[in-house]
């Protein structure tokens, strides 16, 4: 545990000026370093070499057992505690007895933090001073909680590649870790103070809880004389210049997470200041939303980045829920602090209603050349006009309501600080119109009453005035999120879907963690053709919270639209059984596997996908699907499967399919047909109205097979 032979390389040995930092105790030839001296740079003293030893007994009450490191301020000794129940505590040296601004640090760490009690920091016992024998220098000591573990960077570099490179932390390890660190840098935010110095070298684990064990950069947020104390590669660059900050502390946590999570050769040159690009890291390119969490807390402008550690661990949070997610596919749902539920589901119907006969091979009406049905309930042939062109083969799916989806999507909560919060919370009128009138009466004009009336206005269908509206909030309130949320959604429901596309994923850049940007996003990428991301944003949203149905609809569309249909019924079919969606997701994925399936290949998996519905159609009755859906969506399954046996994909041995049924009905023409008939009169004796009695009628007996009585 303890150093056999206690050094510091000739690497690491620095004038502990704050002002030089020059490099000191260097070998020169074959002569090695000194561990003592005067720096050549600017005549202040430094000494390396450990000052107490095993036995030593520091202030009538603590036995020295040895050195455990030496750390930025100086060496550190374990040593056991006499006078308390004989527990083991740490001994925090100075770097040297002349060194002004290390016993400063020493002593503000005995003002500050001997009453700081949590459990991500290390507890301080005490300071204590002791006779140097050797130097007769008095030395100061901070007696500090023992705590047992490995630290960070010793965790990071035991883990190696069979080639011998260092191999990172799974990304969830390292936002596990920047969570803890984040508790405790929030905790001495609360009390005026700032950590300054966070990195792998100053916490450990200690059995399931990260501890903070380095202290001697603590200062208070208001001082402005004391030294300031940092690491190359973590510290933030404003520091030099302005001093830490809240901000500059979230940045050492955002560079440790970094450093931790991926081989990052270069942070403390190179990329002292900055990230390298995703294309050049594996798991920037898997997961974005880790990639642009770094990004904003590491950006050059302290005013970008998160203005409080809990508001970074809260994203940090959401960040580690997706990447779990998507790991274990198991979803990691948590409610939102900024967002809202969603607003509703739309566009649950994905196909566009099935106009005509359900079987285009089976019906027994001619196909006459020239002629067209006319609208109505009874279908009369009609001549189409000349030169007119064959009639186009319908999509397989709707396309999305860009409007409707819009308004549909989470809505940004009240912000507490509001004046108009309790005014709003209280208001329930629910119709836009009603809304608009309600908000004028409120106390006074303040942004969240605006917004809502916003989206009032936008739901109303009057959108100059929305439009102009939210022009004067950017112009009053240029950093407010919530106005560019509000004009992502104004753009897409105004049919302006790139700037909607900039506007949300300006809202994903500030908070990578909330899922409510990544669905806006996969809407405007499927409005705007790009399919593949669409199915990326969707699915990110779907995998990690299922409250949020809409995505599981809208990555089934545009997995269809794609042509990947098996990939849209399993996301269909896993909507789960607590929602409220969970029939209209059932009913959509029978029709997923059955619409447009007439020309098959005869290695076509067509008959599972068959058996599939039926039974889809059959489990449906128990979940609310009332008669007359059911017997439509039943025509709809015997209508595939008779086109399918006509076309003959059944392939050379259609007597093994014979011998199964759907739906009650032998798979063969003849059963099915028998089906269809049935399903027809069933149709028609639940119908409301003569006229369409009688057409439901008609299409029964289009199907029903030759008989000589």
């Known amino acids: 545990m303890v150093l056999s032979d206690p050094q510091v390389p000739e690497r690491k040995r620095f004038c502990s000026r704050s002002d030089c930092g020059a490099p000191v105790g260097r070998a020169r030839g074959e002569r090695p370093g000194r561990t003592e001296g005067f720096c050549t740079k600017c ?42 129940s004989d527990r083991w505590v740490v001994l925090k040296g100075l770097l040297d007895t002349g060194d002004q601004d290390a016993m400063a640090a020493a002593i503000s760490e005995r003002r500050f933090l001997a009453e700081i009690e949590h459990s991500n920091i290390v507890r301080i016992y005490n300071f204590v001073e002791h006779l140097d024998q050797r130097t007769g220098s008095l030395d100061g000591y901070i007696v500090m909680e023992y705590v047992g573990g490995k630290s960070l960077k010793e965790i990071a570099n035991s883990r190696r590649t069979p080639e011998g490179k260092r191999d990172p932390l799974p990304v969830e390890q390292a936002c596990a870790y920047g969570i803890e660190a984040l508790e405790a840098l929030g905790h001495l935010h609360s009390r005026n103070l700032l950590y300054c110095d966070f990195k792998v070298d100053n916490a450990i684990q200690s059995e399931d809880q990260l501890k903070l064990i380095d202290m001697g950069a603590v200062r208070r947020m208001d001082d402005d004389e004391s030294a300031i104390y ?48 995703p294309e050049s890291v594996e798991v920037f390119g898997r997961y974005e939303s880790f990639y642009r969490f770094l990004v904003r807390t590491t950006d050059p402008d302290p005013a970008r980045r998160f203005g409080s550690a809990q508001e970074m661990s809260e994203q940090l949070t959401g960040v580690l829920r997706e990447v779990v997610a998507l790991q274990s596919g198991r979803p990691r749902p948590a409610l939102s602090t900024l967002f809202g539920p969603e607003v509703r589901v739309t566009d649950t119907e994905l196909f566009p209603r099935l106009e005509g006969e359900v079987s285009r091979l089976g019906v027994r009406v001619p196909v006459v050349q020239g002629w067209r049905w006319s609208s109505g309930a009874r279908k009369t042939p009609v001549p189409l006009p000349p030169g007119s062109p064959p009639a186009a083969v319908p999509a397989l799916v709707k396309a999305v309501d860009a409007r409707a989806a819009a308004l549909a999507l989470p809505v940004p909560r009240v912000d507490a600080a509001d004046p108009n919060a309790g005014f709003l919370a209280a208001l329930l009128a629910s119709a836009p119109h009603e809304l608009i009138v309600a908000l004028d009466s409120a106390p006074v004009a303040s942004p969240e009453t605006r917004l809502r009336q916003v989206r009032a206005r936008l739901e109303t269908g009057d959108f100059g005035t929305a439009l102009e509206a939210l022009r004067q909030l950017e112009d009053e309130q240029p950093e407010d999120w919530r106005v560019v949320w509000y004009r992502g959604v104004a753009a897409l429901v105004t049919g302006d879907h790139e700037n909607a596309a900039l506007a949300f994923d300006a809202v994903y850049d500030a908070f990578p963690g909330e899922p409510a940007p990544k669905l806006a996003l996969g809407l405007c990428a499927e409005v705007l053709g790009q399919l593949d991301n669409a199915a990326e944003y969707y699915g990110l949203v779907w995998t990690t919270d299922p409250s949020y149905v809409s995505s599981a609809f809208g990555l089934a569309r545009v997995r269809l639209a794609a042509g990947d249909r098996s990939g849209a019924v399993r996301t269909l079919e896993s909507v789960p059984e607590s929602s409220i969606h969970y029939t209209a997701a059932r009913v959509a994925a029978v029709r997923a596997r059955l619409r447009h399936r007439t020309n098959e290949s005869p290695d076509s998996p067509v008959l599972g996908e068959l058996t599939a519905a039926a039974e889809q159609v059959e489990a449906l009755g128990g979940y609310g699907l009332d008669a007359v859906r059911r017997e439509q969506l039943s025509t709809e399954v015997l209508g595939a499967a008779l086109d399918w046996v006509l076309s003959g994909s059944q392939g050379p041995a259609p007597a093994a399919a ?31 109205g003569g006229e369409e009695r009688i057409d439901l009628v008609e299409r029964a007996n289009r199907y029903r097979p030759r008989t000589w009585v």
């Open 43 to 84: 005549g202040h003293p430094y000494s390396f070499v450990p000052k107490l030893r095993e036995g030593d007994i520091v202030h009538g009450q603590y036995e020295v057992a040895g050195p455990l490191a030496h750390g930025g301020l100086g060496w550190v000794y374990l040593a056991v505690d006499r006078a308390v």
């Open 230 to 277: 940092g690491t190359v590669g973590y510290q933030a660059p404003e520091v030099a210049e302005v001093g830490p900050s809240v901000a500059s502390d979230l940045y050492t946590v955002a560079r440790t997470i970094a450093v931790l999570a991926f081989d990052f050769p270069g942070y403390t040159s190179v990329y002292a200041d900055s990230l390298p690009g």
């Open 658 to 688: 014979g011998d199964r049924a759907l739906l009650g009905s032998a798979l063969d023409e003849r059963g099915l047909r028998f089906g269809l008939e049935r399903s027809y009169r069933t149709l028609a004796r639940l119908a409301s």
